[in-house]
């Protein structure tokens, strides 16, 4: 299904290269996604009240616009700077982690006082409190995060970067990875945590950063090294920039949280910037916690079967009946449209979660400036049921060419229990 969004904002945010300090400001404040996270939606931007599940309570984002009472208005610089770069909250106390200051710690003193000069100047102020935390004591208590944040934390006076440094006009590489692990925080999804809850490492010179991520609202951020099967390895720049520009690639579609990623933050990046974060990420090795050894090799097998009408294996009738019609008998799909599913690294990850996830619930890529339209997979968890889903999963992730393990009817039960109550219901 295709279909217009109904409008979007055309303005391209002029930029770091701004000489305005505001307009650079909400420049960097998109590249933080600080909208994301702090604007419930419908709601009125940063008023915050965005609910977030963890392993110890629902936590409600803050109001970080300017109103003197319910926001950040008597907030100065270095209140300011503290919060984002130091985890500690005004008149609060340490904050929980999942506001990524253990990221945002490597942002340049010049880039904290534009996003101040943008927060204070030109957010409207929204008077506005959001519900308090539902975290039960005695995890309620904030001064044990002082001891985490001593912890796992890097102290900003080690890690922040000069401006010039890192400038726009900067050597890609450099840039890249100042934006990729500075305000970026791609690592807080993309990244493995341990059992306290910090990342396993914060930086690209760690094999485990951005490694793939842990399980977040039902979505398992990818890996985004350069592994073949699950990795960037057979991706190019440009197709990198493609994705965080436009949701759609040769080789994918957005889906889960990285939705909201494209639609809030990088599709309003400069294409300097997203080069050199493409640039960065494509420097990464593999990790070696993933199986890197495998490497997708397409076969026509599969394709040959399916356009003789041989449905000998098992789930392949399902995929000709429910999947073939966008994503053809060759696996293909049609570019930057309907992704191919043949190689496609949502299919062939070690945990099944995300496909399943999608073919139970559906999904829609979302609409961007330069590409408005959009493009819907309907739900079929209301029409097949977990034996069916896990029969056309392990069709899926072991045709073309692909090699993934099958699926059960036990892993799918698991994630279709997981979603929303109304997402989706299984065939009787």
Not at 248 to 274: E, I, K, W
């Amino acid at each position: 299904m295709v279909t217009m969004a109904p409008h979007i904002a055309a303005e391209k945010i002029a930029g770091a290269t701004s000489s305005d300090p505001v307009v650079r400001g909400e420049y960097l404040a998109r590249m933080g996604d600080c909208v994301a996270c702090h604007t419930v939606p419908g709601g009125k931007p940063f008023a915050g009240g965005l609910a977030m599940a963890t392993p110890i309570g629902t936590i409600y984002s803050s109001n970080i616009t300017p109103d003197q009472k319910a926001g950040i208005g008597s907030y100065s610089f270095e209140d300011f700077d503290l919060a984002v770069r130091h985890g500690e909250a005004k008149g609060k106390g340490s904050l929980y982690p999942a506001m990524p200051y253990p990221s945002y710690a490597r942002v340049s003193d010049q880039d904290m006082q534009d996003m101040y000069a943008y927060f204070m100047k030109k957010v409207e102020p929204v008077a506005s409190t959001p519900p308090e935390n539902g975290i039960s004591w005695p995890l309620s208590m904030r001064w044990p995060l002082g001891i985490w944040r001593t912890l796992f934390a890097p102290s900003p006076s080690k890690v922040q970067v000069k401006a010039g440094t890192v400038a726009p006009m900067a050597d890609p590489k450099v840039r890249g990875a100042y934006l990729v692990e500075g305000l970026g925080h791609c690592g807080s999804c993309h990244t493995p945590r341990s059992f306290t809850m910090a990342e396993k490492a914060l930086t690209g010179d760690d094999a485990q950063y951005l490694s793939g991520g842990d399980a977040i609202d039902g979505w398992i951020a990818k890996n985004l090294r350069g592994g073949d099967v699950d990795g960037l390895a057979r991706w190019s720049e440009a197709d990198i920039v493609a994705l965080l520009k436009t949701g759609r690639s040769n080789h994918s579609a957005v889906f889960g949280g990285m939705s909201d990623v494209v639609a809030h933050s990088t599709q309003y990046l400069s294409d300097g910037d997203l080069n050199a974060i493409a640039v960065y990420l494509k420097a990464l090795p593999a990790s070696s916690s993933n199986n890197t050894k495998q490497t997708f090799a397409a076969h026509p097998n599969t394709a040959n079967a399916l356009r003789k009408g041989d449905t000998s294996q098992v789930g392949a009738a399902l995929y000709l009946d429910n999947c073939a019609a966008c994503h053809r008998s060759d696996g293909q799909g049609y570019a930057q449209v309907f992704p191919a599913l043949a190689g496609n690294t949502a299919a062939l990850t070690a945990d099944p979660n995300n496909l399943i996830a999608i073919i139970l619930q559906g999904h829609q890529v979302p609409a961007t400036v330069t590409r408005p339209s959009t493009f819907t997979m309907p739900a079929f968890g209301w029409r097949l049921n977990d034996q069916q889903v896990a029969e056309v999963s392990s069709f899926v992730r072991n045709g073309w060419g692909n090699q993934a393990a099958s699926v059960t009817a036990q892993q799918v039960s698991k994630v279709r229990k997981a979603l929303p109550a109304d997402t989706s219901k299984p065939k009787p």
